[in-house]
Each structure stands twice: as structure tokens, then as C-alpha cells.
């Protein structure tokens, strides 16, 4: 019988004002099976408050392609979220 793994292994990429406050652009980082990328976001809340207050203007990618917070992760994705783009 095969093993079930109890983790799951993410790349998570910081950009913008979001690297800034996370003091890295990237970063592997392992979570627990069934984790959602809502949960991941929270997982860096909890260490850099400050995040929290952008939660409600980013935008969230898995594996280069918008995802919404309830998606679901597995070993191997990249998650990457990405604040409000400004200029003109």
C-alpha cells in the first residue's frame, strides 16, 4: 500500500510591497495536506502582520495561472500573490 504524504511542499514568490514586508521574494516552505492557499496566505500573516491588510485587494496565482484562496495545494506548486499593480 502506498504511503500518504501528511505535507505538502509549495514555492511561494512575494512581489511588490509584499516582498518588502516578507524580507525575501521566494521561499519553499511546507504545509499540511488539504492546505489551500487561503491557508498559506494566513500561515505568512501570522509571521508578518502587516500582510494582513492587503489580503483583501490581492490576487493569488497557482503555477502561473490565477487561482482562487480555496484552491486546493500539492507538492511541487508555486504560489505567488500579487498586490494591486499601480502607476500609468
Given at each position: 500500500?502506498?504511503?500518504?504524504s501528511q ?15 516578507a ?66
Amino acid at each position: 500500500m502506498p504511503s500518504v504524504s501528511q505535507s505538502v511542499r509549495v514555492k511561494v514568490l512575494f512581489f511588490g510591497r509584499l516582498k518588502e514586508i516578507a524580507g525575501r521574494t521566494q521561499e519553499s516552505i511546507d504545509l499540511p495536506a488539504e492546505a489551500d492557499i487561503e491557508s498559506l496566505f494566513a500561515h505568512y500573516a501570522s509571521h508578518y502582520p502587516e500582510l494582513q491588510q492587503y489580503r483583501s485587494s490581492l490576487v493569488a496565482s497557482c503555477n502561473q495561472e490565477f487561482a482562487s484562496w480555496n484552491t486546493l495545494l500539492h507538492t511541487g506548486d508555486e504560489v505567488a500573490f500579487l498586490p494591486p499593480v499601480s502607476g500609468g
